[in-house]
């Protein structure tokens, strides 16, 4: 504990002399260091002001006496007898004030009281009584007369039992005040009044008493003159004036006893008071007195408490080296990020550069190919024309003759139908030319004309003509009942697929895809027109998040899975196998998203279809139709002619209403993302045969010039997608005119209206 209260007082307060374990005794018997500690808290106010001495017993003394009362206000008890062990530098007594300060002027710093506030807080009562204890005992003959205070208090009622019409005490050493000069003048008038009396009672014969009466016979009257009365009178007058002013010094003298008793009545009582205050602190002294157990449990306290301290402090340095270390690094690593910030800008260039080379020479490969394709096709057909021309040739060349009808017509055949018609050269070992199977293109080439044999032998043409000699032989007429039923057993084995007269959907108000290469500006304006008409926008990418989301969420609909979790469920299958997400399975997605929105509502795709073959499944799935390059059907299948013959459908309308194209040049895309390279090159790649779908097919597509700013490019995109609205729905009003007319002249003939879906025709164009 020595250490610790050494190391405050040298380290934390310094104090003018350095402090050693082995000398805390002597260096603060002075009581001139306890001074100096207490005046840096503030607390001693008077230690400049009044010089504190080192050197003589009375100086101590007088130290300690100014302490005294500081000590009092921190709660501390200083009294003689530990002033004397101070002074006598006793072993332990320094320590255990010092121990005793250092906790309370901690505890009051960490408060934040001040020594005016602990004025404040002291209860009045003990204030006081401190004072005038310390008042009372710097005084010698005030100490003296507290101790005879009592013999003094039965003095004072002895006198006043035998003497209680005295005005003044000589037994008490109470200092009575002097009477006032005008009372001294008037008992000296007095004497002289009697002397002169005495003198002339002398020189009458006669002696008269102070009380003589007034009202006297008429022979004493008689006897004396006129003189003799009026100094009778005069002297009466005199005494009593002074029998009164006796009378009001008796009174006065009364109450100036009265205020004496009272004063020591409080005296005595003020001394008890201090008596009784001074066992009780005893008292309480004694009782709380520290066992060594319980002031070593508190050195404990104390030194646990500094090391608490010290590791606090030693924690608050080491958090703050590692703040400026986490700032430091934080520093250097902004550093290096825009030192690699300003490297790829200066490798921006070169990259673009080289990206635009790559994709020159890729857009030259594709028109390459592309032309390799025209080339090798032309190539085919003439080579074919040129077999032709040979053929005939070779053949008039050996008969000398024209060819024949029937010949010319099967070599036609072929090539309209892509075979050749010479046989291609093979090495053949003679002795087995009959033995040799026929390739594929050779069976190929007989059924074709097999074919042919068999459609000149029905329809009658050909060698099966008619000479023109020959009479004139009459058609079979046509057998409509027959017809009727051929046409009946057709439709009973091979059905026709009925599409549905319903919608699949509920009616949008717009359905558009928005197409074009990588960093085009799609998703940007997108995500600006949904915000601010209301359109949903449908993402691929966000979709199929939201299905795996729905899947690992356990997302339950009707005490099963979601069909959006089941979906989910599959892409991550196929995810972890390491494929890409199946066409059909993400058309299956869209669908049902497109399913779950309100109805009068409008859709726009970003980005999708990315190729023919998701807008052939996308068609589909929406409840429209792809038209198939259907074979020409075989005229075996028309052995009867049907008598009412269903007109062809018409065309029917695209499912989408719109087919955007934001459409980029090169240089544009590759400066925006020149890192997605592949996805440019692939577009472009799956471009041609979607802007043949969408554009000669379907007549919905419109190019917009994106190499614009991002205000431009909305501004275009929300007017035509704004127009494409308007269309629509005047479309809609018109077809629904005209199948109300349509409904009431059926309804008039007595027939039943046809649905709305057959009465639709696609007149939408841009």
Request: aromatic share 8%; with cysteine; glycine share 4%.
């Amino acid at each position: 504990m020595s250490d610790i209260l050494c190391r405050w007082l040298n380290q934390k307060l310094q104090l003018s002399k350095a402090v050693e374990p082995k000398s805390i005794g002597k260096d603060f018997s002075s009581g001139y260091l306890f001074g100096e500690v207490l005046h840096k808290y503030q607390l001693q106010s008077d230690f400049l002001n009044h010089t504190f001495c080192l050197s003589t017993s009375v100086s101590k003394r007088n130290n300690f006496t100014r302490l005294e009362p500081t000590l009092q206000l921190l709660g501390i008890s200083f009294d003689v007898n530990t002033a004397q062990d101070l002074m006598q530098e006793r072993q332990g007594v320094a320590t255990h004030l010092l121990y005793q300060l250092y906790a309370s002027l901690e505890k009051n710093r960490k408060a934040e009281i001040s020594g005016t506030m602990m004025e404040v807080m002291h209860p009045a009562a003990c204030a006081s009584l401190h004072k005038k204890e310390h008042q009372i005992y710097s005084h010698k003959d005030l100490q003296y007369h507290i101790e005879n205070g009592e013999l003094c208090m039965l003095q004072l009622q002895a006198f006043h039992q035998r003497h209680k019409g005295m005005t003044f005490n000589q037994v008490t050493n109470i200092q009575v005040p002097k009477p006032p000069p005008y009372t001294s003048q008037l008992s000296l008038k007095k004497r002289q009044q009697q002397q002169k009396r005495k003198e002339w009672e002398a020189q009458v014969g006669q002696s008269f008493p102070i009380d003589f009466p007034f009202g006297g016979s008429s022979q004493g009257s008689e006897v004396t003159g006129s003189g003799t009365k009026v100094m009778l009178q005069s002297n009466s007058k005199y005494i009593q004036e002074i029998r009164k002013r006796l009378e009001e010094n008796a009174v006065a003298c009364k109450q100036r006893e009265r205020r004496q008793d009272r004063f020591l009545v409080e005296q005595l009582k003020v001394h008890e008071a201090q008596e009784e205050a001074r066992r009780e602190e005893q008292l309480v002294k004694r009782l709380t007195r520290q066992t060594q157990q319980e002031q070593r449990l508190a050195a404990q306290l104390l030194q646990i408490r500094m090391q608490k301290e010290v590791i606090r402090e030693n924690r608050l340095f080491r958090e703050q080296q590692y703040q400026q270390r986490r700032e430091r690094d934080f520093q250097e690593a902004l550093d290096r990020e825009a030192a690699l910030a300003q490297q790829a800008k200066l490798d921006r260039p070169e990259e673009i550069k080289k990206e635009l080379e790559f994709c020159k020479r890729a857009a030259a490969e594709r028109a390459q190919r592309k032309y390799k394709k025209h080339f090798e096709s032309c190539k085919g057909i003439l080579e074919q024309i040129v077999d032709l021309a040979t053929k005939a040739g070779e053949y008039r060349l050996l008969t000398g003759t024209l060819i024949p009808e029937k010949l010319m017509r099967e070599w036609k055949e072929l090539l309209f139908s892509d075979l050749p018609l010479y046989e291609p050269i093979k090495d053949r070992q003679p002795g087995f030319e009959f033995s040799t199977p026929l390739d594929s293109v050779e069976l190929q080439k007989q059924e074709i004309l097999n074919n042919q044999d068999y459609d000149e032998y029905t329809n009658m043409v050909g060698e099966w003509e008619f000479p023109e000699e020959a009479e004139e032989v009459k058609l079979p007429v046509t057998n409509n009942i027959l017809g009727h039923i051929v046409q009946r057993l057709r439709n009973i084995v091979d059905p026709p697929i009925s599409e549905p007269s319903f919608p699949l959907f509920s009616r949008f108000t717009l359905k558009a895809c928005v197409l074009g290469k990588f960093c085009s500006g799609k998703t940007t304006c997108l995500s600006k027109i949904a915000e601010a008409h209301g359109i949903c926008m449908l993402s691929t990418e966000t979709l199929i998040e939201e299905a795996l989301n729905a899947y690992k969420n356990g997302e339950v609909r009707y005490s099963a899975l979601s069909k959006r979790a089941i979906q989910g469920a599959a892409v991550e299958k196929e995810l972890r196998k390491g494929n890409a997400v199946p066409n059909e399975l993400l058309v299956d997605i869209i669908v049902e998203t497109i399913s779950q929105l309100p109805a009068q509502s409008g859709w726009v795709l970003d980005g999708f279809p990315f190729d023919i073959t998701q807008a052939h499944l996308l068609e589909k799935a929406l409840g429209g139709a792809v038209d198939v390059e259907n074979k020409v059907l075989n005229s075996r299948k028309n052995l009867a002619k049907d008598p009412n013959p269903p007109k062809p459908p018409p065309p029917p309308a695209p499912v989408l209403d719109l087919a955007l194209l934001l459409d980029i040049p090169d240089e544009c895309a590759v400066s925006r993302g020149y890192t997605q390279m592949g996805m440019i090159i692939a577009f472009q790649d799956t471009w041609p045969k979607l802007e043949k779908w969408f554009g000669e097919k379907q007549n919905i597509l419109v190019h917009v010039d994106a190499d614009v700013d991002s205000e431009e490019l909305y501004s275009r995109v929300e007017s035509i997608l704004q127009q494409t609205d308007s269309e629509k729905a005047h479309e809609h009003k018109v077809r629904e005119k005209i199948h109300e007319e349509y409904s009431a002249a059926l309804n008039y003939e007595g027939m039943l209206p046809l649905p709305l879906s057959l009465t639709h025709t696609h007149t939408h164009t841009l």
